[in-house]
């Protein structure tokens, strides 16, 4: 079983135009099997700001250790970031920026990557920053409010190398959900 294929049971009640006999409305009922999202909102703020906290430390080393200039250390920083993230994604599931957030990378049988696909995940994040400009409109107590918000979009290479930036409080549930789904299936075998 993979996270991919579970599926969450949703039940929505739609109301009609009719009513019962004591003036209640009536509503229907209807049954959905979606698929589970093992995300969160807002992680692409975290997300950023933990690969942020990565580069600090390695430009941080380069700069104070090596005394490069800042832009230099900024960018020996970047292949650092790279290649330590993929070794500590794979062994740990996490980076020292995921870690402060609380973040882990798991795959899509809900291990932590292998290596390589850590390497291509975290070298796919290069591409993936590209912002996305959005405008928006506040309610104040003088009128309205209008203005323009910032957004990044990294879910790029988690969906090309099927991986997923999940709580580490989730994981407890992810891995129970697969257990679930694979004890069904095993049900079914057996029949």
Request: glycine share 4%; proline share 3%; charged share 20%.
């Amino acid at each position: 079983m993979k996270i991919s294929e579970i599926k969450e049971r949703k039940i929505i009640h739609r109301p009609t135009l009719s009513f019962d006999e004591y003036g209640k409305r009536i509503y229907h009922t209807y049954e959905y099997h979606l698929p589970y999202n093992p995300g969160f909102k807002g992680n692409e703020t975290q997300r950023l700001f933990a690969k942020w906290i990565d580069m600090l430390v390695f430009s941080l080393i380069f700069f104070y250790i090596f005394h490069t200039t800042v832009i230099v250390s900024i960018l020996l920083s970047i292949p650092c970031v790279i290649i330590f993230g993929a070794i500590s994604e794979h062994y740990l599931g996490t980076t020292l920026g995921k870690k402060i957030f609380r973040i882990k990378v798991l795959d899509d049988d809900g291990n932590y990557p292998s290596f390589f696909k850590s390497l291509k995940r975290n070298f796919l994040c290069l591409a993936n920053l590209y912002p996305v400009f959005s405008e928006y409109s506040t309610k104040t107590s003088m009128g309205r409010r209008t203005g323009t918000q910032m957004n990044f979009s990294m879910h790029l290479n988690n969906k090309i190398c099927t991986t997923y930036i999940v709580k580490e409080s989730k994981i407890a549930e992810i891995k129970s959900l697969l257990n679930q789904e694979q004890t069904k299936q095993n049900v079914r075998l057996l029949d």
